[in-house]
């Protein structure tokens, strides 16, 4: 530990740091939240972010940062707001990251920067998502973000995609002069950020606003193209002039379980469940037209253990489910969720049945689901993944009713780009290859990021992807060398 | 924001737009389809391709009106303006020669299966069609199906034009007169496409049909068009939409296309209302005076 107390503005000493607790995120009342979409987490006032920022030890080699898949310099934006320098953080933060009130609500900060916070050795971490959510929104309602021109370049990229590793690379590009135009298959601009998070944990207005400031920026959009099909990565390259393409298509096609009664009316993939929530507006069903099952009353249950679960099951929780299931097949130290949503979605009311799977769907004979038939595992042996393998538990087979059940077991590669775009390789998986250290791909000019090379992962892995890919691109358009 | 270049009713409840799709036009091939929105708080929906013009940049779509996102469509009229078009979806029909081919068009799937006939054609196939409907009045591109195929079979199920009948019984006829068939296209109402499978099936002949389940997105992304096939699901819209008609679980796709029949149902009858009421706006004047000119009168539909 060696705080650079000598220069710091900060009036404390280290010690006295660590006497200050974690402050609280206020937030809507469970019982409350339970039954309506609004924000979950209602955000710090300047007082608690300052009282919070006061807790950052100013380590000398900060590692938050290293921890963090774009790189924040956590430390110098965390000073800025000890000074009540609100605006200056969030330019520091706008340095690395294009996206920071969306990332300061969905990052799973515990694996990243607040996991390698040195308080936490001690004490709680500091609440750096909080923070750069703070600063953020506090940019957004003052309406003074600075929008930066850069020299035009004269080159053109087209990016493939409007998700979160996209939109990175389109904020990045733009800085730095290139032309870039983003093409996204559905009708709104977000990807995931739009269709799969919900409005409770990230509001649309938020990233309504984050994409109105690329276009201030210059960034320019065009929706209903589905690339690979409206236009090919060639013609994009050969005929419309583009000098690079970024490809950024996210996660592809939802995996099911391949178990009895799967296409029972009632069993829906978790991305069509959330589509018609979160980009249909299914739930304000009919002034909106797009239909949903109704769950009014209905036993619901969710079958994995990710964020795409969780978001999946309190979406029906408020929709008006009587009883709200996570079915995981491991415990509570394998979940991939992020630490804050179990925790919300505990103090919702949430049943979570650990260390369990279904085998079969149940019909009521003619087509509609009436329940799922389930077992209780046991954890073996570590499997390929390094968690421990689930294991059945013979005779513990258990029926359990439902009228709804969503499967969010993740994703295989969607293929259309793939298949469309001769010479762009594949692994095994389908996914494309593209290099750690510069996302380019096989072909020359094209690079590749985010869930489409990865398989599903995290909004701030694929915007780290993002960075990683605008650098390289800027090289390549900069150098002609591929 | 598609603009209508022009709009015409080929049938009652079947109209025909021409839209300027100019990226979608210049990649359209046979067997694809299109996923519109009218309007922001609309439905995603997919829709027939029937044709395409890449130098105009135009697209046909061909709609039958059923639901209330089909009649509002339909309402539509040369000058307005569709929200969403994205496209075009699904792989392309299997285009070679295969020697001789049936193509059958039930309803308003005739107007998918014309542009796979006439690639048939092209591709040097010996082309039956076989056209069916309910009535005369439903027979739609009577002209542009005989125009592309070596011989033009028509049924209409109360007999009011050419022979009563289905197009199964002109199927068996071809075969039991010993017919060499090579393949069987057939694009039309489920139960349709089914009868022909199950015939098809006991003599051999390999068979397409094009499958129609619900979509949202049509890239893949949601799972929702998922259809069985021999056992295992796959997606209508990036596996599909055409299948090996003897592999498809038909009962499944029927069952899971009910699955919203009662939203369907209410929205239906909210906007039926909605249309007839004095003191409420009607929702067709509503789009028409935001995207274009206001547009006519509600035409009852066929569910085909």
Excluded at chain 2, 64 to 88: C, F, R, W, Y
Excluded at chain 2, 268 to 297: D, N, Y
Aim: one cysteine or more.
């Amino acid at each position: 530990m060696s705080p650079t107390a000598a220069k710091s503005k900060n009036p404390l000493s280290p010690k006295d740091r660590m006497k200050v607790p974690r402050q609280l995120m206020p937030e809507q009342a469970a019982e409350l939240r339970a039954h309506n979409f609004e924000e979950v987490n209602l955000g710090f006032s300047p007082e608690l972010a300052q009282q919070e920022a006061l807790r950052c030890l100013e380590c000398a080699k900060p590692t938050c940062t290293d921890n963090c898949p774009v790189g924040i310099d956590v430390k110098d934006f965390v000073q800025k707001i000890v000074v009540g320098d609100f605006l200056g953080a969030a330019a520091k933060i706008r340095e690395a990251n294009v996206l920071p009130a969306i990332t300061g609500r969905v990052c799973p900060q515990e694996d990243q920067c607040e996991g390698k916070c040195l308080l936490s050795k001690k004490v709680k971490p500091l609440g750096i998502g909080y923070l750069e959510r703070f600063v953020a929104d506090y940019e957004q309602r003052m309406g003074t973000h600075v929008v930066p021109h850069a020299e035009p370049t004269g080159k053109k990229v087209a990016v493939v995609g409007s998700g979160p590793s996209g939109l990175t690379v389109a904020g990045d590009l733009i800085q730095k002069g290139h032309k870039v135009r983003v093409f996204e298959a559905l009708h709104e601009i977000g990807g995931v950020l739009v269709y799969g998070i919900p409005e409770f944990r990230l509001p649309k207005q938020i990233v309504r606003e984050q994409i109105d400031y690329m276009r201030q920026m210059g960034v320019e959009f065009e929706t209903d193209v589905v690339v690979g099909r409206t236009v090919t990565i060639d013609e994009l390259l050969e005929e419309e002039g583009y000098d690079a393409v970024y490809v950024g298509t996210g996660a592809g096609l939802p995996q099911f379980m391949n178990i009895p009664g799967e296409h029972l009316n009632g069993v829906y993939s978790a991305n069509e469940f959330l589509t018609r929530i979160n980009l249909m507006k299914a739930y304000k069903f009919p002034v909106y037209d797009e239909p949903m099952l109704d769950l009014h009353g209905k036993d619901v249950a969710v079958i994995g253990g990710g964020n795409t679960a969780l978001d999946a099951i309190r979406s029906a929780l408020r929709l008006g489910a009587r009883k709200a299931y996570v079915i995981y097949r491991r415990s509570d130290a394998e979940m991939p969720a992020r630490a804050e949503e179990v925790h919300h979605a505990r103090q919702e009311g949430i049943d979570f049945q650990m260390l369990t799977a279904p085998v079969e769907f149940l019909s009521d004979g003619k087509g509609w689901l009436t329940g799922a038939r389930c077992v209780r595992m046991d954890l073996g042996e570590p499997d390929s993944s390094g968690r421990r393998r689930p294991v059945a538990i013979e005779g513990s087979e258990f029926d359990l009713p439902l009228s709804v059940a969503v499967i969010a077991i993740g994703t295989s590669a969607n293929p259309i780009v793939q298949s469309t775009t001769p010479g762009l390789g594949t692994n095994k998986g389908g996914y494309i290859q593209a290099s750690d250290e510069t996302q380019r791909t096989t072909r020359k000019g094209v690079f590749a990021g985010g869930d489409i090379v990865t398989g599903s992962a995290t909004v701030i892995l694929a915007m780290g992807a993002g960075r990683r890919a605008a650098k390289s691109i800027h090289e390549y358009l900069t150098t002609g060398l591929w | 924001m598609f603009k209508i270049i022009h709009a015409q009713f080929l049938a009652p409840g079947i109209k025909r737009f021409v839209i300027e799709a100019p990226r979608i036009a210049r990649k359209q091939k046979p067997g694809q389809f299109v996923i519109l929105r009218i309007y922001e708080e609309g439905e995603r929906i997919p829709v027939t391709i029937e044709n395409s013009d890449p130098v105009k940049g135009t697209i046909n779509i061909v709609v039958q009106s059923a639901g209330k996102t089909t009649h509002l469509l339909n309402m539509l009229e040369t000058g307005d303006s569709i929200l969403d078009v994205v496209g075009p979806l699904g792989k392309p029909s299997e285009i070679r020669n295969f020697g001789t081919v049936v193509v059958v068009g039930g309803g308003v799937g005739t107007a998918m299966a014309y542009p796979t006939a006439a690639a048939l054609k092209d591709a040097g196939n010996r082309v039956i069609s076989i056209v069916g409907a309910r009535n005369k009045e439903l027979v739609i591109l009577e002209k542009e199906m005989r125009a592309v195929s070596d011989a033009l079979l028509i049924t209409t199920d109360d007999g009011s034009y050419a022979d009563k009948g289905f197009v199964t019984d002109k199927l068996r006829q071809l075969i039991e007169n010993g017919t060499r068939i090579d393949l069987v296209v057939a694009v039309g109402p489920i139960v349709m496409m089914k009868a022909v499978s199950a015939l098809t099936r006991k003599e051999n002949i390999h068979t397409v049909v094009s499958l129609n389940p619900i979509m949202i997105d049509g890239t893949g992304m949601c799972g929702g068009c998922r259809v069985l096939i021999d056992g295992k699901s796959e997606f209508a819209c990036v596996d599909g939409p055409e299948f090996d008609a003897h592999k498809v679980n038909f009962e499944v796709l029927v069952q899971r296309n009910a699955m919203y029949r009662d939203s369907e149902r209410q929205s239906m009858e909210e906007f039926q209302a909605r249309e007839q009421s004095a003191s409420v706006e009607p929702m067709s004047r509503k789009i028409g005076e935001t995207w274009g000119t206001p547009s006519g009168h509600a035409t009852q539909g066929e569910q085909r």
